[in-house]
């Protein structure tokens, strides 16, 4: 029986004794060894009576088993629908009642506060521990190691993913298998993996990156990886020499930046860094090539359209940039207000279609017509523009313009500035209230350690680059910025916080 994303992900492993996985207290799991689980669990939901499109909730640690499971619902047609870990139950509550979830699956430690909630929906409630114990692995036990693959087509969805939800609830993005499966083609095709790969995986598996770049690219190229529950900047060091790449966020490459023994040595066997989810500074680039001599590929994604750009594997990797269209992705920049498309080198508003492009937001027809447009682009709600070579550049998100005065200001414009001052490691710069512009630009600045950054310096470099209206209100010197388990800043945080300086 024919499941596109099954067949091409995992059944084409099914008696296979390659490695899949190493973890990092040392156990190797084979594609057979993994897929006998993934099937005994899906026997479990089975005869649980759970049915093709029925939606399960799961909010686990990361682990082999916890990818079983994803593995498993593809395999049973059902929808996969990973939550972040640090959700609140009266978060998971809001997921669970908005999918209509028949299962949701947690860890021990949950099991007694998510119970009301599984009972107020009668949906199935089931626990998998960090160490793969818990009732789904007791089930498990006496389940065949071999399940009947449910027929399932290109178009039937394999996964809710939901947004983090700065602005307003958080929508459940429905991602169809050719959704998923095109991209990891794509992709394992561009970055030129191959079965020969180590990847070193320390990204969550609740999120696009983890999960599905990393995850599907892994499967579909033959390769394997060395499973780390999360990311930690000495285990990574010593895991490094056994890789061949790594995906991270740009925390990542700061923190093993800011490791003295992290070296060209350690990085010997590595062919590919890969960065994305949030902007990474050009100076992290710099710096990351003259300690290891790899220059970081960064990309850009999302949890509605997969990965839409990448930089060259082979080409030049423009630091700064998000390189170009990935193939069979269509992206172009448009004025925010008309919908019509910019000329080349302005900044607008990104939009793109393709294969990759999720099917709508659940049970929000109107979100979903709001920002899917009938000939199929998404706009995506980030700002950007493409500069003379077709490098796109993201400026930020449309939410963080600031409007002083009646004039536009994109943070970014004077966060690039900002970051090259003395002893200023970043910054952010977000919109305040200002009883007389509406809004006013002030800038949050991360010190470099051991060093001050000199505000009045600052403020008079500022002055002679950037038009009046531009010029920061105040300057904030601070030791980090917030930022989500993503490597995001939290830009909403900072927002409330300062709302109240003018
Ligand atoms: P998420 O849906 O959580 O994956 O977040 C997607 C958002 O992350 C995008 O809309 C961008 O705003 C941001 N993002 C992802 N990759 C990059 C990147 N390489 N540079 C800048 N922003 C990025």
């Known amino acids: 029986m024919s499941n596109p994303l099954y067949d091409a992900l995992f059944g084409k492993y099914a008696s296979a004794e390659t490695i899949f996985i190493t973890t990092t207290d040392g156990r ?6 993994f897929l006998s689980t993934s099937a005994r669990f899906a026997n479990v939901f089975a005869n649980a009576g759970l049915n ?9 640690e990361k682990s082999v088993e916890a990818l079983c499971i994803y593995a498993a619902c593809v395999q049973s047609g059902l929808v996969f629908l990973p939550l972040n870990t640090a959700y609140t139950q009266r978060e998971v509550r809001y997921f669970a009642e908005d999918s209509g979830a028949g299962l949701i699956i947690c860890d021990t430690c949950r ?16 626990t998998l521990n960090a160490d793969g114990s818990g009732s789904l692995a007791d089930l498990s036990l006496a389940q065949e190691s071999e399940f009947n693959t449910v027929e399932a087509h290109g178009e039937d969805l394999a996964a809710f993913l939901y947004t983090s939800g700065t602005t307003g609830r958080s929508k459940g993005a429905m991602l169809s298998q050719n959704n998923l499966l095109s991209n ?11 079965s020969k790969d180590v990847l070193l995986h320390a990204l969550p598996i609740f999120h696009t990156h983890g999960l599905f770049v990393a995850t599907n690219i892994v499967l579909i190229s033959g390769a394997s990886m060395i499973m780390m529950p999360k990311f930690d900047v000495k285990a990574m060091l010593k895991k490094l020499p056994d890789a061949t790449c790594l995906m991270g966020v740009p925390t990542f490459y700061t923190r093993l930046l800011a490791e003295t023994d992290f070296d060209k040595d350690l990085t010997r ?5 890969i960065s994305g989810s949030a902007p990474l500074l050009a100076e992290t680039h710099f710096q990351f090539e003259e300690r290891t001599g790899h220059r970081i590929l960064e990309r850009y994604g999302m949890t509605e359209t997969n990965m839409n750009t990448s930089n060259p594997y082979r080409g030049e990797r423009r630091a700064g940039t998000v390189g170009f269209p990935l193939p069979g992705v269509e992206l172009k920049i448009v004025s925010p207000e008309s919908g019509i498309e910019v000329q ?13 492009i999720f099917k709508g937001y659940w049970n929000m027809p109107e979100k979903t017509k709001a920002e899917l447009r009938e000939d199929g682009f998404f706009i995506t709600g980030d700002l950007g523009k493409i500069d003379e070579d077709g490098y796109v550049h993201i400026i930020g998100r449309d939410k963080d313009l600031i409007i002083s005065g009646g004039f536009n200001i994109y943070p970014k414009e004077i966060e690039s500035i900002l970051d090259k001052q003395g002893g200023v490691l970043e910054s952010a710069v977000i919109g ?3 009883a007389d512009f509406g809004e006013t630009p002030v800038a949050i600045l991360v010190r470099q350690p051991d060093q001050e950054p000199d505000p009045d310096t600052i403020l008079k470099h500022i002055a002679r680059e950037l038009a009046r209206f531009k010029h920061p209100g105040k300057l904030i010197v601070v030791d980090e910025l917030p930022r989500n388990t993503m490597g995001k800043v939290q830009k909403n945080q900072l927002r409330e916080q300062y709302k109240d300086l003018f």
Do not use: C
């Open 52 to 60: 093709k499109g029925d939606r399960v909730v799961v909010q686990v």
């Open 184 to 194: 990891a083609r794509t992709l394992t095709e561009y970055w030129e993996f191959t």
């Open 432 to 434: 305040v209230p200002h």
């Open 28 to 33: 190797d799991i084979t594609h057979r060894s």
């Open 344 to 356: 080349r080198g302005e900044t607008g508003m990104i939009e793109v279609k393709g294969p990759n």
């Open 269 to 273: 066997e590595m062919r590919l860094f």
């Open 111 to 126: 099991q007694e506060g998510l119970q009301p909630i599984a009972r107020d929906i009668s949906a199935l409630l089931m």
